[in-house]
């Protein structure tokens, strides 16, 4: 039986990255052939990507924008998602697909979600008993390894089940005399369900249907109920909502919960004592786990004047996460933990992630812990790493810590200034001058927090203060995950980096179009840089654009990721880096743990607990599938925390807001509140009485007929027209004036229009606001 339908697939080969961008290509615009040949090897690349492999600028990256579409419009390429683009038929090594077919053998077919009309049927391979929860079927979203056989045929190898596909949807339930339909919670999608009524469905109820495979060509869709989750006016319906749609993996088997109740209290066997050295825990006042601790002290070796020692002490997981059992395969699938507003789905049991493995005060925990030696210039010296038994002295929030250090201290932290937070303050000012020799990005993210009382309301959303306890926790974590890394790489030791890639060419090119329209020059030419950009962020500090060149900036960022192959942290300006400080939460740092035992002789006395042959032989796929996890817990984070403005929002309908343009469409504006942080739609239809055209080089919205513009970046009024919490959608109406026209821009280009709705009333200045 035939594996794959046609077209066949070609096998998936792709370089490390690190090799693609090794300059072996000489600059210039590539032939059709090597172009081709290239992308065969890639798999799947961009504009972006292969812009900076041939060493392409100005006039040749038009050219090549041209060869592709030429490319695509005879066939031989094909569109992935915005900016991708692939071989007609081609997989990657590592895809999202859903099952869309089953046949009479019953075996699965799946296609890539991403360019789905080009590419083929490939059937999924059976099970071959590894780790995988439930067994996949019709209509559900899976992430798969593509894997070539002798037979020259593909076949999709299951890694790990998503979210639900096209073909499920979470929605409620809405009844009336005629018929029961599902209204999708995805605010992205306009149709409903109709399904049918046993009885036991109520109005209200959030269900997850199943779209009838076989349509009718005409009327609404039809579906069938497969589970009722839960309720739409439940407390804490928004977070329960966003696990669902993006399939959080929840809770634990039966066999993990046994592992982690069986878990003992750790003893001296194989550790080195550092219970009377005082580490503390400083944490979100909140926190529930504690899974870091630090101390500093001068040193007091003449060979380094004015230097300091800083430990670093960390949950030691590995030693109740056992590679192979069953805690480390849930672990491994859930990636990490996921935040919500008004809960937390956590990687590990509460047994150990809120128990045995969170440092608390005053009991002996196992750590694995770093002692760095700096000097006084904030250069590190040395460092060594030793598996220990700790106590913590103190367990103090953000804010205790940093109104002692600022002269009010309390009770508790009181004790502890001179012999504990004043050296910690001393040593971080020391790494402070080696963090502002590396410069590292300086982007301020400003994190607003939602507070949920006990009946599931959002009481407040107020800004996370910023403080120096938070800036001195986060430099002496960074240090630690680089001793790891550096441990690692001196071991020859296989580990899983987390790298972070320089800004694309596209990305800049839009950068510099940015500032331009906001008269701040920019060099396109200059290579990216960390200082560079800095310097730009200070130039616009104090000025009325700050806000959004920040935003901006921070959108020109590639996203970190996890991979075995090292192209370096461009953001942290580092040359390697991992993750090591968060392995109760993070399935990355686990791994680095057990590298580290493995690589130092760190073992436990008769219970091996490093790296293992299975995780060295995964480790790629290990890499891929958490990168996958993390965004997936990213988006469902986003979609809840959407969710409670939402509803925050809800009975304020009409109000007015001040806020700032953030982004710029051919269908609206997307503005945020500058008091909660809320994003919204300010569509097109109601901005005024003429067809607006997207500039795309200014980032603007242009009146076709006035000039008149609605730029990124710019600072306006709305009024809040609905706010809609099943979807965390918010749509406002437009009360500010747009801006006056630019008169060096030239007139809107014809083509791309988009009608605004009716006319101002007769006899209207056009000036002032709108209400």
Known sequence: MAKT?????RPPSRAPKSQRFAGARTPGLPDRETLLRHIRETGETDRGELARVFGLKGADRRALRELLNELQAEGTLSRRGRKGVAELGALPPVG?????????????????????????????????????AGAPGLGDRLLVRFTPLESGETEARLIKRLGQSAHRVLGVVRKDRREVRVE???????????????????????????????????????????EVVGREDQPRAASLIAI???GIPMGFSDEAQAEAEAAKA????????????????????????????????????????????????IADVAAYVRPGGALDREAREKGNSVYFPDRVEPMLPERLSNGLCSLREGEARACLAVRMVFDATGRKRSHRFVRGLMRSAAKLAYEQAQSAIDG?????????????????????????????????????????KIVINAEGE???????????????IEEMMIQANVCAAESLEGKRTPLIYRVHDAPSPEKLSSLGEFLGSIGVSWSKGEAPRTDRFNRLLALTREGPHAEIVNEVVLRTQMQAHYNTDNIGHFGLNLDRYAHFTSPIRRYADLIVHRALIKALGLNLPGAPDGLSDWDISHMKATAEEITAAERRAMAAERDATDRYVAAFLSDRVGAAFEGRIT?????GLFVRLAETGADGLVPVSSLGGEFFVHDERMHALVGERSGARWPLGMSVEVRLREATPITGGLLFDMLSDPADPDPTAPRPRLGVRRKAGRPPPAGRSGRGKRR
């Open 184 to 226: 999708p919670v995805d605010r992205k999608s306009k149709e409903s369900l109709v399904v049918f009524d046993d009885g036991r469905l109520k109005d209200g109820d959030l269900v997850l249907a199943q779209v009838g495979l076989a349509e009718r060509r005409y009327g609404p869709k039809r579906g069938k109920i497969l």
């Open 458 to 472: 959002v009481t407040s959303i107020t800004p996370r203060a910023s403080l120096e306890a938070h800036r001195l």
């Open 408 to 448: 009010a201290p309390d009770d508790k932290s009181g004790p502890l200034l001179e012999p504990i937070l004043k050296p910690l303050w001393a040593a971080y000012h020391t790494l402070l001058k080696g963090r502002e020799a590396r410069s590292p990005l300086a982007i301020e993210s400003l994190e607003r």
């Open 244 to 246: 669902h749609t993006h």
């Open 663 to 667: 982004g710029v469409t051919r269908f």
């Open 96 to 132: 999202v697909v859903d099952v869309v077919e089953r046949d009479t053998d019953g075996d699965l077919f799946v296609r890539l979600t991403k360019g789905a009309e080009d590419t083929p049927l490939v059937r999924l391979a059976p099970d071959r008993g590894e780790a995988v």
């Open 266 to 313: 750790p003893d001296l066997a194989g550790r080195e004592d550092l219970r009377d050295l005082p580490l503390i825990t400083i944490d979100p006042a909140d926190a529930r786990d504690h899974d870091d601790a630090v101390y500093a002290q001068a040193d007091e070796d003449p060979a380094n004047p004015g230097g300091w020692i800083v430990w670093v002490a």
């Open 5 to 9: 339908r046609t077209p066949q697939p």
